[in-house]
């Protein structure tokens, strides 16, 4: 089966592949719904992957003094209605206009809306403030609002990129500058707040800004990796081994944002290894219950290493496991490769949900990425108590078809299909 999926960004270490996007026709018909068949006479069980010592709760840090930042405007905030209920953040640009993609209900049903805009003014201090790549910002649906950084130079104790943060108003293409010598940014939830790293001489800090202006430290010695939850809790973030952590052990991390506690969820980290894009950061289940991090083979610079895989941890601390690639790849070992001079990869996107991962398994080049030349597009459910792996169900996903986002989470996905929307059921 040969899928076309979404282009992802910073995969060059990747075997992962990376199918392509499609064409979709501009407008939507109808949303039929298809049901998905569980897979029989496969065994459920896999050699159980190794575990780690579940983490205790640190302490919360004490507050560094905040930089002088001028506080958001009001007239930052668009008085205007979501473009989507869902955004799509993996969705390839078409062409060379800059583009966003999501979803849009209709009826009972959903449409794909792919919105390009232009450039904008030509802003002094950022050129073509609007002409942002996808992996330096990030979009709120609940405001219209894209938080951007552009790279300027090299900053903090690991020399990372960093330069200005500003927030476009994609409606009217006002322009804020917020900050200077930031690595990353996220929104929360409520597209009003968000969270960033911004490069001091000693260290990365993690701060959290409201929509009123108020900055605050989080946490200290995070690299580049960070994404809130979807109920505006929590941040997860890494600390990185390859990096200046001083006094701090690198792993997977989340921070109450309400109390500046932190916890650590897993002591296995990236090292270094990986783009900045939004398939590198942390990912967070829908009930904003469990974390998921892909994290490529590290080898030489960690001194746990490990092969590429998922780290799955619990918010709570309760479980803390380690996911190999090529445990899912081991479910469809006896199905002969098609071409003798490919492998068998895991390819994306892929979607999460509590004790759940839905992503296809296929064919592409060794040296990857690549598109793959038959895929099964695979639902496994996970076991918190002890880390193993069973296959659920392979979805009945046609081959012309593109893998969008879940529909209702553990139960059905939405896919993209000869221009319409699909719900595809999961049993």
Request: aromatic fraction near 10%; glycine fraction near 8%.
């Amino acid at each position: 089966m040969k899928l076309k999926s979404f282009a992802l960004i910073g995969l060059f270490f990747l075997v992962a592949c990376a199918p392509t996007a499609v064409e979709p026709e501009p407008e939507i018909a109808s949303r039929p719904t298809v049901i998905a068949t569980a897979l029989s006479g496969v065994e459920a069980t896999v050699a159980q992957p190794t575990k780690f010592p579940l983490p205790q709760p640190s302490p919360s840090l004490t507050p560094l003094p905040s930089p002088t930042v001028t506080p958001l405007s009001a007239t930052a905030v668009p008085d205007t209605l979501a473009r989507f209920d869902r955004f799509l953040p993996f969705a390839e640009q078409e062409g060379a206009s800059p583009i966003l993609t999501g979803l849009v209900r209709q009826g009972d049903g959903w449409r794909l809306e792919r919105i390009p805009y232009s450039p904008g003014l030509y802003v002094e201090e950022l050129g073509y403030a609007l002409g942002t790549d996808p992996v330096d910002s990030d979009y709120a649906v609940a405001t219209d609002r894209l938080i951007a950084w552009q790279f300027t130079g090299g900053g903090g104790p690991g020399n990372l990129a960093m330069g200005q943060l500003f927030i476009v108003n994609v409606a009217t293409e006002e322009v804020e500058i917020v900050a200077d010598n930031v690595v990353s940014a996220g929104w929360a939830p409520n597209g009003l707040d968000f969270a960033y790293i911004l490069a001091t001489p000693e260290t990365y800090e993690l701060r959290w800004r409201t929509a009123n202006g108020e900055d605050r430290l989080l946490a200290v010695d995070v690299p580049h990796s960070l994404r809130v939850s979807p109920d505006g809790r929590f941040v997860a973030f890494t600390r990185e081994s390859w990096y200046e952590v001083d006094g701090t052990p690198p792993g997977l991390y989340v921070v109450e944002i309400e109390t500046g506690i932190e916890t650590q969820i897993s002591i296995l980290d990236r090292a270094g290894y990986g783009g900045s894009g939004p398939y590198w950061k942390p990912h967070w289940t829908p009930d904003s219950s469990q974390v998921f991090l892909f994290a490529t083979a590290n080898d030489d610079r960690t001194e746990n290493p490990f092969e590429t895989g998922y780290i799955w941890a619990a918010v709570d601390g309760s479980f803390s496991h380690f996911l190999p690639v090529s445990t899912f790849k081991t479910f469809f070992a006896e199905e002969p490769v098609t071409n003798p001079d490919f492998v068998r990869c895991v390819g994306a996107p892929t979607l999460f949900a509590a004790n759940q991962i839905l992503l296809s398994v296929g064919e592409c080049p060794p040296m990857g990425p690549g598109n793959p030349e038959s895929a099964n597009t695979a639902v496994f459910t996970l076991d918190p108590q002890t880390g193993d792996v069973s296959l659920t169900a392979v979805l009945p996903i046609p081959d012309t078809a593109q893998l969008l986002t879940w529909d209702v989470p553990s139960e059905s996905v939405l896919i993209l299909d000869e221009g319409n929307i699909f719900s595809v059921g999961i049993e």
